[in-house]
């Protein structure tokens, strides 16, 4: 699906935020520019706040601040010869990895329509209805740092005490709000860690991850369409049914 497909929302008074889909993979650069080029024109008026649900072809998404790593443009040139071609994103955190096999979710607003809401408040209203999704796949996951986790922080989402998500947010001098969340679907958890180590080794940077601390929906539960061609998207449409009626917190 290379067009973006929008699912109705109901009219009220203060409506759900508006979904849009972006499920045929894509390289991540392209996406992280569309995503950024998108909240310009919220901000600017021509559009209002959405969601956007999205997958991207193997990249290893790293903050401004790893680009400073002493070794850090022969990692990138080593990563991509890899098939990791490395993309820079302007939250922070750390270095993780996205492929086909992962669900990336991006809520899109302004400081004006967030309002009064907290950096807490903004995590949790996408953390809670990842969970849910996550929860329909029969994976119990909650909200918690894992630690020595990929990017780990304190809106890890996890499951058996292993990372399955993330999240991340900016609130950006334009005025726009992007908050972030990348669940693991069906993909290899310890080959994601491994890149994220593969990097920071490359890139001279002493850090890294424990291997263990990754999960995938696939690995917890054994889907039967585990490595299918349509798991992912499967999986995308029980997310878009927890993210129903998503609001900005008050």
Known sequence: MSVLLAAATAESADPP?????LLEP??????????????????????PPFLLVWRALPALVVTRSQT????????????????????VRASGGGAFAVSPGTLQVSVITT????????FDAMYRALAEPCIAALERLG?????GAVARAPCAGGYDIAAGGRKIGGLAQRWRGDGAVIVEASLIIDADPLAFAG????FHALAGSDWSCDRSSVTSVAAVQGFAF???????VRCAALLASALAGFRIPP
């Open 17 to 21: 935020l508006e979904t849009l889909y």
């Open 68 to 87: 400073r790593l002493p070794s850090y443009a022969d990692a990138c040139e080593v990563m991509a010869g890899e098939g990791w071609p490395v993309v």
């Open 195 to 198: 890149t994220v180590n593969r």
């Open 226 to 232: 585990a490595g299918a061609p349509d798991a992912v």
């Open 111 to 118: 400081r004006e329509h967030a309002g009064g809401a907290s």
């Open 26 to 47: 894509a390289p991540a650069e392209e996406r992280l520019a569309r995503i950024a080029a998108m909240a310009e024109a919220v901000v600017a008026g021509a559009r």
């Open 139 to 143: 994976v119990r996951a909650r909200i």
